[in-house]
């Protein structure tokens, strides 16, 4: 069973879009930061760790899914509690508290909340389990069946990624967790246990402008009319197969709302399911550094 506790914390650094004044009052750097930055600007420093997801942690790791999967009908306490039981493979996201700065409840809550989730569940191993039978079929809906036949191949070991996480951390984190991820499954692999996957299934969430041809404002560059809100999917979509993309926005996703001007950008919440080969994982990892550079 791989340790997942001692995990390299991730430091994240949430500012705000003030960064371009920053950079042109470099000048000013001994100034103290408050002064910089302005009473409601202030830098804001966190660091996560990933950890070994528990039973504890079953409602955050629910909701994330819910986020994801909205209105599908799937059972999604199965699934949370199928990614549970498997606790030697991936992470769930929290933030580090320093018990010496400690603030009472309030920070004992922070330390506990799943922040964000990385695991696979493989699809072919548990595919007599009530969740994952929902699973299959969902994708078979939102993919017009052209996962039919590397389901019904018994050779393929399929294999749903996760890669959830609050929509206000930024893509970063997600590189220690998938790279912990992969040396896990090599583990779990060399272990005997069923993680050794032919394929892997990704389900993205993203938003597309509704505003096609020289109406958009975001038609400078290919792609640009797409916003995605786990940026780090953008290269693994590239590389795979997308074998789906619908939208949800009946089914009220949040990540974008409110309410917009005629003259506003207007998206529409998407999901694309995509389809990579085990071979492609290592280069998966090195695409994503190297978008996040």
Known sequence: MANLNPKRPIEEDSSSDSSGEEADNSQDE????????????????????GQSPIAEDFHGIKSLLHQLFLKAHINLSGLTELIIQQNYIGSILQQ????????????????????????????????????????????LEKTQKKLAGLFNNSSNQIGLLFNERFINIPPQVSVPLLENLCKE???????????????????????????KGSESMKKKTKGSDILWVNAEEEPISE???????????????????????????????????????????????????????
Not at 97 to 114: K, L, M, P, Q
Not at 280 to 285: F, G, V
């Open 30 to 49: 001994e100034m103290g930061e408050e002064e910089q930055l302005g009473e409601n600007d202030k830098e804001i420093q966190v660091e996560f760790a």
């Open 96 to 139: 580090c508290v320093d018990n010496d700065d400690s603030d009472g409840e309030e920070d004992a809550n922070s330390e506990d909340e799943v922040f964000g989730v990385t695991s696979v569940i493989n699809l072919s191993h548990h595919k007599d389990v009530e969740c994952v039978k929902e699973v299959k079929q969902y994708l």
């Open 185 to 211: 499954i090599v583990e779990a692999k060399e272990a005997g246990k069923p993680f050794d996957f032919t394929h892997f299934i990704l389900i993205s969430k993203l938003h597309e402008s509704t505003r």
């Open 239 to 293: 590389m795979g197969e997308v074998l789906g993309e619908y939208s949800v926005r009946s089914e009220s996703d949040s990540a974008v709302s409110g309410t917009w001007d005629e003259d506003d950008e207007q998206f529409d919440p998407k999901r694309r399911i995509v389809l990579i080969t085990a071979a492609q994982l290592p280069d998966m990892l090195t695409k994503i550094k190297e978008f996040l550079q």
